[in-house]
């Protein structure tokens, strides 16, 4: 059976920062421009855009700004025709993400509320992905995979993923899925790059690889660590952008030899960065974060690019991994 993965783009264009990177004068330009570029895949979630986390002097506060969903609705209602857009449910909100624990939220009443508030910010009647954002340890398995199921069933989204899960718990929703005879997730999108690879030391990507279902990839370029020499020293990278610490002086340096490969061989680091993500097998596509066409078109470039054996060899030998790029409380997409 035909997927979304046959016909949507492998470069996704993640909303996380609309409101600020871009400001939301600029986001529809941004999002017609990807179009244009054959980007035909926008990712977004219920929680983005309007986070006090991601305030910056300069820029209007979270109080002020519209949400992601809110951004994004307007720029495709004149093609929406012609893009997927996934969205998410399950992490905290309001009042929930500044006082309380960051755990999943994923009741159906939460689950079914959620979704009709995103198709009106979206304006749109349906969402062609839709994810459990973070695991929710209080509920059910079978509540939450049921009511994906049922929305499935209702037309209001062409089907269902999950974000963030560990192996143990992907395996767990595709053996409940099996159990109810509810359908099984259709994606799952885990933080993966050469820089941070978790997802692989852990078996994410293997459990992802044994049910078949397909890797969608955020943070691709590690939070800013592998766009280029410079980038390091930029005011808001990595852990920055939610008020957190910088980069380690050895992910720099390894940041910086990672550049200097990508030089040597004639090729940008965000090229090399994604060719990378996109020849690992599972992967279908990566989310990036940009507000500049410039780095979609280096995206783009990226996606006809093969490494050779050496280079990968070479790649490998760059392990960021002797200290985490994010601290492991930190769930951001």
């Given amino acids: 059976m035909p997927t979304l993965f046959d016909t ?6 993640g909303t996380a920062t609309f409101g600020v990177a871009p400001v939301a004068d600029d986001v529809p330009t941004l999002v017609h421009g990807a179009l244009e570029r ?19 002097p300069s820029i209007a506060p979270h109080t002020m700004r519209q949400s992601s969903e809110e951004l994004l609705g ?9 893009v997927y857009v996934a969205s998410k449910v399950g992490e905290p909100l309001g009042a929930a993400r500044a006082d309380g624990p960051f755990v999943g939220l994923l009741t159906r009443e939460h689950i079914v509320e959620q979704l009709d508030s995103s198709l009106r910010r979206l304006r749109t009647d349906r969402i062609d992905l839709y994810y459990a954002h973070l695991p929710d340890l209080r ?3 079978e509540e939450t995979v049921s009511a994906f199921d049922d929305l499935i069933t209702a037309g209001k989204i062409g089907a ?33 790059s050469l820089a941070e690879r978790e997802a692989e ?3 994410v990507t293997a459990a992802a690889q044994a049910f078949g279902i397909p890797i969608l990839a ?17 005011n808001y990278i990595g852990h920055k952008r939610w008020g957190g610490e910088g980069f380690t002086a050895h992910q720099i340096a390894r940041g910086r030899r990672f550049a200097a490969l990508a030089d040597e061989w004639d090729l940008t680091p965000s090229s090399v960065a994604l060719a990378w993500l996109l020849g690992r097998q599972g992967v279908a596509g990566a989310v990036v974060g940009t507000s500049s066409l410039s780095n979609l078109d280096e995206a783009c470039r990226a996606v006809g690019c093969t490494l050779d054996t050496e280079q990968l060899r070479m790649l490998d030998e760059l392990r960021f991994d002797d200290d985490h790029l994010y601290p492991a409380t930190a769930e951001r997409t």
């Fill in 8 to 13: 949507a783009s492998r470069i996704v264009l």
């Fill in 38 to 56: 054959g980007i035909n895949f926008f990712d977004t979630a219920n929680s983005y855009g309007n986070q006090p986390e991601y305030d910056q």
């Fill in 74 to 82: 307007p720029a495709i209602s004149g093609i929406r025709d012609e």
């Fill in 139 to 141: 509920t059910p398995l």
């Fill in 160 to 192: 269902w993923g999950i974000s963030n899960f560990s192996a143990a718990q992907t395996e767990r929703v595709v053996r409940t899925a099996r159990e109810i005879g509810a359908r099984p997730p259709a994606a799952h999108q885990v933080r993966y």
């Fill in 201 to 203: 030391d852990t078996g």
């Fill in 218 to 234: 955020y943070s691709p370029m590690a939070g800013g660590l592998l766009g280029g020499r410079m980038a390091a020293d930029r």
